[in-house]
Every structure is written in C-alpha cells, then in structure tokens.
C-alpha cells in the first residue's frame, strides 16, 4: 500500500489541569497538528497555555478548536446562533487562543471547528459561508480544516477559486463511520464509532492511501484528504496512535 500523505491532526486541551495535559502529551510524538480546545466546548486558560507548551516542544502544527460555547453538553448539542453571535463566539475562542500563543512566540496554523459545530458547518451552507467570511477577513494566515466533500471544502473553491487549496485542509476521520453521502454517522447512532484498534488502522491506511471505505451500509467512498483525525478523547488513543505508526512504517 502507498501512503499518500502523512498528516494526523488530533483534538486536545479539552481536559481541565495539568494532569490532562500530560496525558495529551504522550500523543504528541505520533501526530502533526494539534487542535487546541479554547474554552468553547472545553479547555480554559490553563491547559491552553500547557497544550501549546507540549505542542512547541513537539514541534508540531498548532490549531484553535472552538465549538458551541455549551461544556455542560462538551458541545455535541446544536445551538442555534444567528451570524453575528456565532461569528463572536469564534472570534473569542481563536483570538484567547491567538493571545497565549502570542505570549510564547508561536504561530497558530489552523482552526478546525469541533463536534456539533462542525457537524452543522458541513451540512449548511450558509454557515460554511459565515464562517469562511470571518477567516478570510480576521485570520487570512490561518487555514480551515473541514470534512472532505462537506460544504465548508465546497463553498471554499466557489468563493476563492484556485486559491481555496490554500485555505482549507480536507479532513478524514479513522475512527468514525461515514453515511452514503460522506457524512460522519451522528453519534447517538449504533455503529457510529469504531472501536476496534484493528479497523481503525484499517480504515486511517486507506484513507491515507487515497483508497475508497466502506460506508456505514457497504458503500464505497473515495475522498481526497489533506490530514487524518485521532481524536485525542479516544481511550485508545495512544494504542490506534501507535499501531498506525507502525503500519505506516511497514508501507514504506
């Protein structure tokens, strides 16, 4: 198998102390990104501070994760925001973030939005438009990572043309279970996650080889992908972590 790309982003700082973030660490070695929490759906100053810390001292991409500012529900519910307090709410989380990286002489690289939120963006396309407006206009150093083939990749190519490549990373996920259209399987349904190390890998190589998956019904899917997604909450997070790496190895 060829791997194609090399590119595992993972979601941490959504702990609470230092203890958390040391777990997170242990992760750092295997990925390229790391997508920081910043107080939305999890996180506050402390393990933003710490998170970038472990990432520098990684040498790894650094992100801002913002989500529906709701930690009681860790941002898995949709909210219902009009554009201007969605658009505030974002701006507060990446620019708290943008602070404390500043603070330490480190460039953010990315935001990727988390869990509901990112969810709604790829499936409305005016809220993909809203929030590609307010990254162009406030971060246009700062590039999105969204769902391959979701709306956020799409309205990117209408509205910068062949300059969107630059602005988006189109993200896989190894762990979760796509429907018929290429989109992740809600959580609250059976089947959603994959649990077993072995089908995880599985799916992280193919994807990473530009090969197709089988959707949740047996249909195959074909996504180009810029970067992969572990989610750093796993349990085994760090086993999957470690067992790609070392298929990856073995592909070369």
């Given amino acids: 198998m060829n791997i194609n790309i090399v590119d595992i982003n993972c979601d941490l700082g959504e702990g609470k102390n230092q203890q958390d973030c040391e777990h997170d660490a242990i992760l750092m ?10 107080g939305g759906h999890a996180g506050n100053l402390l393990t933003m501070q710490l998170s970038v810390e472990n990432a520098t001292k990684h040498q790894l991409k650094i992100g801002a ?3 529906y500012p709701d930690p009681e529900n860790f941002g898995r519910k949709t909210q219902v925001l009009d554009k201007q307090s969605l658009i505030d709410t974002l701006k507060l989380q990446i620019d708290t973030l943008q602070e404390i990286a500043d603070k330490q002489g480190v460039k953010l690289s990315h935001v990727k939005c988390h869990g509901a939120l990112y969810n709604d963006i790829e499936k409305d396309e005016n809220k993909a438009h809203w929030v590609l407006e307010m990254m162009i206009d406030c971060y246009p150093d700062l590039c999105l990572v969204g769902l391959a083939g979701g709306s956020l990749e799409q309205v990117t190519k209408k509205l ?3 300059e969107g490549e630059k602005k988006i990373l189109r993200e896989g996920f190894m ?10 399987v809600p959580r609250t349904q059976e089947g959603s996650v994959l649990t077993e190390i072995a089908d995880v890998v599985h799916q992280a190589t193919r994807l990473l080889a530009g ?23 796993n349990p085994k ?7 790609l ?4 190895t073995s592909c070369e």
Avoid at 211 to 233: E, F, N, R, V, Y
């Fill in 237 to 243: 997070a760090l086993s999957i972590v470690r067992a």
């Fill in 175 to 184: 762990d979760r279970r796509y429907d018929d259209q290429g989109f992740l």
């Fill in 160 to 162: 910068l043309a062949g």
């Fill in 245 to 248: 790496t070392k298929k990856i």
């Fill in 29 to 38: 070695p295997y990925i390229q990104r790391a997508n920081i929490a910043c």
């Fill in 211 to 233: 090969q197709p998956i089988a959707s949740q019904s047996g249909k195959w899917l074909t996504m180009a992908i810029d970067t992969l997604c572990l989610h750093g909450d």
């Fill in 65 to 67: 994760h913002p989500g």
